[in-house]
C-alpha cells in the first residue's frame, strides 16, 4: 500500500507539472494508446503531450498481475534538459559491439546537458521496477540510486566514457572508443559493476567484404552493470567473435563464438554461463540460393548441436519456391530431431503476396497457408518461421507469425502482432494510438504559439525480395536517420513539400542480418499525410539466422 500511495503521489507530482508547463506554452500534439500482450504480461494505456521545449507522459496498467503507475515530465533549458519521473538509462560502454541495448529504469529527476564537446547526465532517486511495454510505461522506486555519466570528445578519433552508480552496491567503469581508421574501432573500458571486477577490450571492423567484431571480457561471476530485479540484462564474458565475410556479392559467411553471463530470477541462485557457436553461409548458382548453417551450444554440462540447410529459386517473376531441412541432438535426448519443409510464394503485386508452407516432422505433416498485403491503411501479413533456440532439448522451434495494422482514418493507428519469442513459444502483442493535432484546447488553453506538427511526410517501407517487412533497417533522408518498425515502415515530416534525397544506411542498421539492396529511389517526396503514398524499398539478405 506503502508503494501503491508513493507511486501515486509521484505521478500527482509530475502530472501537476507538466500540466503547469502545458499553461505557459500550449501543447499542440497528444498522443493516446493502449493495448494488451501477453509477451509483457501487460495490459495499459498512456496518454503524451509535447510541444516545442516540453514534454509530458502519464501511463497506466496492470504489468505481471501488478497496478502500476508511469509518468515524466522534462523540459528544455538554455543549457541542456531536465527531467522529472521515470526515466529509461542506456547504460552503454566503449566495449559494447555486441550488444549495445543495455539499460534500466529510474525514478527521480535528472539533468543532461550538452556542449563544448562533452555530454553530461546527472540523476537522482532509485532504480525502478518493472519496464515498459508498446502501448504503456510504468514503474515502481526500488533502490536509492544516483547516477553520473560522461562522454567527452578528446578528438575527432577518441572518445572518453565516465560510467558510475552510487547504490547499494557500486559501479565505477571508465573507458575510451578509438576510431583508428575509417571502418576500424578500438575499445577498452575496466572498474566495476555492482562490486564485481569488470575489464574488456574490443575490435570493430566495416569493411565492403567484412564485419568483423571481437571482444574479451573478464567480469566476476555476478558482475552487472546495476543490480535490478528487471531487466535481467544478459552480460558477455571471456573471448566473443562474431565475423561476416563476402568475397563475392553472392557469396557470404557468418561464424560466430559468444559466451554469455546470464543473471537467474532469483538472486540467491548462481550466474548461468551459456556457450554458443554457429557457422552459417549462404551463396547463389544457377538462380538458386542456396544456404546452410550448424549450431552449437553448451550450458550446464548440456551439449546441443543442430543442422540447417535451406534453398530457394525463383520461377517465374511471380514465383518462387524453397525447402529447409533442420536436424538436431541432445546429449539429455540422444533422440534425433528433424523436420522437412517446401515453401511456395507468389508476388501477386508489389503490395499483395501469397505463402504456402508444407512441413513434415516426427512422421507428422502439415499445410499452412499465408501472405502480405500492405496499403496505406490497411496492412496484414502471416508468414512462418524457424528458429534455432539454443537451449532447448529440440532447438529447432516452427511457429506461425501475424502482423496486422490498421489506419482507419485522422491519426488513428492500430497494430497487432504474433511472433516466437526466444523461448519458442508465440507471443502476441497488441496495441493501438491515436494523434490529436491542435491539442491545447483538449486542456482548456487557448494558444496558438506552440508546437505545430508538420504538415508534409515521407512515408515508406522496407521490405525482402518477398514482400516480407525488414523491422530495424535504417534509411537516411535527408541526412536524418530514420529506423523501420516492426512493419517495416518508417516516416519524417517535413515543414516544405519538394524532393529530399533519401539511401539506406547500412552502418545504422538495428537488424543484425547482412543485406544489400535491390532497389531504393534516389530521392522522395515530401507531400501533405492524407495524399502521401509510401515508397517501397527491396532489400536482398545475404546470409540468414533465422530461415523462413
Not at 522506486?141 to 553520473?148: D, S
Not at 529506423?483 to 519538394?498: H, I, M, Q, T, W
Request: glycine letters at 12%; hydrophobic letters at 40%; one cysteine or more.
Amino acid at each position: 500500500m506503502a508503494k501503491l500511495s508513493t507511486s501515486f503521489a509521484v505521478a500527482a507530482g509530475t502530472w501537476l507539472l507538466w500540466l503547469g508547463c502545458a499553461a505557459f506554452c500550449p501543447a499542440q500534439l497528444v498522443t493516446v494508446g493502449g493495448g494488451s500482450s501477453d509477451l509483457y504480461d501487460a495490459n495499459g494505456a498512456s496518454i503524451q503531450l509535447q510541444s516545442g521545449n516540453y514534454q509530458g507522459y502519464l501511463g497506466a496498467g496492470a504489468l505481471g498481475g501488478n497496478f502500476l503507475l508511469g509518468t515524466r515530465a522534462s523540459a528544455k533549458l538554455h543549457a541542456g534538459t531536465v527531467s522529472l519521473g521515470d526515466e529509461p538509462i542506456t547504460l552503454d560502454l566503449p566495449t559494447d559491439v555486441f550488444n549495445s541495448d543495455q539499460f534500466l529504469l529510474a525514478r527521480g529527476a535528472s539533468f543532461s546537458t550538452h556542449r563544448q564537446g562533452y555530454d553530461l547526465m546527472f540523476f537522482g532517486g532509485a532504480t525502478a521496477l518493472s519496464g515498459g511495454t508498446p502501448f504503456f510505461q510504468a514503474a515502481s522506486a526500488e533502490t536509492p540510486a544516483g547516477i553520473l555519466f560522461l562522454d567527452k570528445a578528446v578528438s575527432e578519433d577518441v572518445h572518453f566514457y565516465s560510467r558510475e552508480v552510487f547504490s547499494s552496491q557500486q559501479t565505477s567503469i571508465n573507458g575510451f572508443s578509438w576510431r583508428l581508421r575509417p571502418g576500424i574501432v578500438l575499445g577498452a573500458a575496466g572498474g566495476a559493476g555492482s562490486n564485481q571486477p569488470y575489464a574488456a577490450s574490443s575490435l570493430d571492423m566495416k569493411f565492403d567484404w567484412l564485419e568483423l567484431k571481437a571482444a574479451y571480457i573478464g567480469a566476476g561471476d555476478r558482475f552487472r552493470r546495476v543490480t535490478v530485479q528487471q531487466p535481467l540484462n544478459s552480460e558477455y564474458t571471456g573471448p566473443n567473435l562474431l565475423a561476416t565475410i563476402k568475397p563475392r556479392r553472392s557469396l557470404v559467411f557468418v561464424a560466430g563464438h559468444q559466451n554469455l553471463l546470464q543473471p537467474q530470477f532469483k538472486s540467491n541462485q548462481p550466474f548461468l554461463r551459456p556457450t554458443v557457436n554457429q557457422f552459417q553461409g549462404a551463396f547463389e548458382f544457377r538462380q538458386f540460393h542456396w544456404g546452410g548453417g550448424l549450431f552449437q551450444s553448451f550450458l550446464a554440462g548440456n551439449r546441443t548441436t543442430g543442422e540447417a540447410l535451406w534453398a530457394q529459386r525463383p520461377v517465374t517473376h511471380w514465383l518462387e519456391t524453397g525447402v529447409n531441412y533442420f536436424r538436431s541432438r541432445s546429449q539429455a535426448d540422444s533422440q534425433v530431431s528433424s523436420m522437412l519443409s517446401g515453401i511456395l510464394r507468389q508476388t501477386i503485386s508489389p503490395r499483395l503476396s501469397l505463402l504456402q508452407v508444407i512441413s513434415s516432422s516426427q512422421g507428422q505433416t502439415t499445410v499452412a497457408f499465408g501472405g502480405n498485403y500492405f496499403s496505406n491503411h490497411f496492412t496484414v501479413g502471416v508468414d512462418y518461421q524457424t528458429v534455432y533456440v539454443p537451449f532447448l532439448v529440440k532447438p529447432f522451434k516452427q511457429g506461425i507469425g501475424v502482423t496486422l495494422q490498421l489506419r482507419p482514418f485522422g491519426g488513428i493507428e492500430l497494430d497487432a502482432q504474433s511472433f516466437l519469442g526466444p523461448d519458442g513459444k508465440t507471443k502476441y502483442t497488441a496495441s493501438g494510438s491515436s494523434m490529436l493535432v491542435g491539442a491545447s484546447r483538449f486542456f482548456g488553453v487557448n494558444g496558438s504559439s506552440g508546437y505545430r506538427l508538420p504538415k508534409y511526410v515521407i512515408r515508406g517501407r522496407v521490405v525482402d525480395e518477398h514482400g516480407n517487412a525488414i523491422a530495424g533497417a535504417a534509411v537516411r533522408v535527408d541526412g536524418q536517420v530514420l529506423l523501420s518498425n516492426s512493419a517495416g515502415e518508417f516516416l519524417v515530416r517535413k515543414k516544405r513539400p519538394g524532393s529530399y534525397p533519401i539511401e539506406v544506411s547500412f552502418s545504422d542498421f538495428v537488424n543484425p542480418l547482412p543485406y544489400e539492396v535491390v532497389s531504393c529511389p534516389a530521392a522522395a517526396s515530401a507531400m501533405r499525410e492524407e495524399v502521401a503514398t509510401a515508397l517501397l524499398i527491396t532489400l536482398r539478405r545475404a546470409g540468414e539466422v533465422l530461415s523462413k
